[in-house]
Each structure stands twice: as C-alpha cells, then as structure tokens.
C-alpha cells in the first residue's frame, strides 16, 4: 500500500480546513477522515465549528457526529479505528484526505501513539478527586515535581493531559516523558502534510469573527441544553466552559464570549507550535490558489 496517500491538512482553528479539505476531495475524487477531536460528539456542533449540512454533501466524510458526549471515546481508540477506516479507503482510492486541528489525533494516525504502560484505575480516581477538591493548580505543582519535562511541554491548563501524565508517572515510577518517541507501528500509507498559516494578527480576527457567528447561530441554547452534562470530559473545552460558567452566574455573557475569545486564541497559539514541529509540513497561506496546493501534492505523488 505504499503507493497510497493519506494528505493531511493541518493547521490553526479557524484558518479554513474544512473548505481545503472538502475542495482536495472533490480534486482527487475522494473521501475525508475527521481528526478533530472536539467534533467526534453529536451533542458539539456549533461550538465546534464542525462541517454544515451542505459541507457533508459535499465530500463523503467519517468522523463527524458519530459519537455521543456520554460515550467513553479516546485517541487510542480513534487511532484503531481510524486506520481500519484507512485500510478500507485505500482499496477504493489511491488519495484520502484527513483533516483536523488536533494534534495528538492527527499524530496517531499519521505515526502512531507512543506505548504506555497499563496503571492501576484507582490511580485515576484519585486524580479526578483532587482536581475537584484542591484545583488544577495543585494537580500542576505535582507534575512539576514528578516530570519537569512534561509539565512544560503539554497543555498544562487541560486537566485531562495533566491527569493522564500524573497516573502514568505515578503507576509506573518512572516520569510520563520517558515513554514518549519511542519505535512506533510504521504505517502502510505515505502522508503528505498541509498545513494553513496566516499572520497571527489575521488568525485572531477570523477566530474572534468565528465567535461572534457561533454566537448568532445559537451557541447559547446548545451549551444550556447541555448544562447537566457538564462534568463529562467532553465538554470541558472551549466555547463551552466558559457559558457554562455564565449560567452558573458566575460570569455575566459578554465575559464569558470575550474568554471564549482569548481562549480559543490560546488554542490556535498552541496548535501552530504543535503542527510546526513536522518539519516535513507544505504550508501555504490561508488563502492561496487551490492549483498551488494540488501542484505540490500531485508533484509529490509523481
């Protein structure tokens, strides 16, 4: 299968991958894998951004709402099921597109997931009590302690990265960033990696634009429709936590749009340091001809 391509397009929240990846599949006459972890659930769609209606038609996709919040789903077990979706692609196309501003998704599928060992669940447990009873911070100051190196690398405002780094570090004795980039699964496709880039100035507009649109399209009711789910993993995330915090009272709305803002902003700031990592990355600016793009890729090909 190493004459197939997996074109995976990447980049910051709001920069325009859907629209690429939807104009490269109709291209190369072929189908979309999501790797946006955010819109697996069914219950998310406005909040996150996730393709219309009239996008879906457009390009067959996988991926999209077929999860719901209450479902336990991870990246260990996207990445299985990501590739036996791959592996049944390939034998109908030579080109699958992929598309998402995850990471960790997108680094599952295209390299694989680093092997951890297996820790004992109350380990977890305990985690999850302490981030209730003392706070993030005090789940930060114990990472700090155990694993310096992870504790400045991942996402440390995420609760759930932090408490995956803490019970593996404290199941195994050994620090969470000794087990990372080690031998991996090869896979059985090549990949072609693009990324979307703007100046940052430019970013932050189409995000803070992105916002208000969600805001208008009735963010507001999905989020309160949701409210008795807001313990589930899921929905601790941008565009959702912050609303839930206004109907709890303890934000009015317009602080609570204006830190879904700044923090979506903060996520974009993280993704493009995340995706600049792949030296082996194309990018292009957001709004470049759809021909440059099919040119490099097809040229690659050849």
């Keep these: 299968m190493m004459n197939k391509y997996l074109i995976s397009i990447v980049g910051p929240t709001a920069i325009g991958k859907t629209a690429l990846s939807i104009k490269l599949a109709q291209y190369f006459n072929t189908e979309i894998i999501s790797a946006d972890s955010r819109q697996f659930f069914k219950e998310m769609q406005i909040g996150t951004a996730a393709p219309t209606p ?75 009590k302490q981030l209730e009873t003392k706070g993030l911070i005090h789940l930060q100051e114990q990472l700090k302690e155990l694993d310096i190196d992870s504790y400045n690398s991942i996402a440390i405002d995420n609760p759930h990265r932090i408490i995956r780094a803490l019970e593996i570090c404290i199941g195994s004795g050994k620090p969470y960033s000794s087990f990372l980039n080690k031998e991996k699964s090869k896979r059985k496709f090549n990949t072609i990696s693009i990324g979307l880039t703007a100046d940052r100035a430019l970013i932050y507009n189409r995000i803070n634009r992105r916002v208000d649109i969600m805001m208008e399209e009735g963010l507001l009711n999905e989020v309160t429709q949701l409210k008795e789910y ?38 974009a700031k993280r993704q493009l340091t995340w995706f600049k990592k792949n030296k082996d990355t194309h990018w292009f600016e957001y709004d470049i001809n759809i021909e440059s793009i099919t040119s490099t890729i097809t040229s690659i090909i050849k």
């Design 54 to 128: 009239t996008e879906l038609a457009a390009a067959n996709h996988h991926f999209i709402h077929h999860k719901s919040i209450k479902d336990n789903y991870n990246v260990g077990a996207f990445e299985k099921d990501a590739i036996e979706t791959l592996d049944s692609l390939f034998k109908k196309h030579n080109v699958v597109i992929m598309v998402g501003g995850s990471g960790l998704y997108v680094d599952a599928v295209t390299k694989g997931l680093d092997n951890f060992p297996k820790v004992d669940a109350s380990i977890r447990d305990s985690l999850n």
């Design 230 to 267: 807001h313990h589930l993993n899921a929905l601790n995330t941008v565009g959702y936590k912050e609303i839930f915090n206004y109907l709890d009272g303890k934000w009015t709305l317009d602080f609570a749009i204006s830190e879904i803002k700044k923090n979506s902003r903060r996520f």
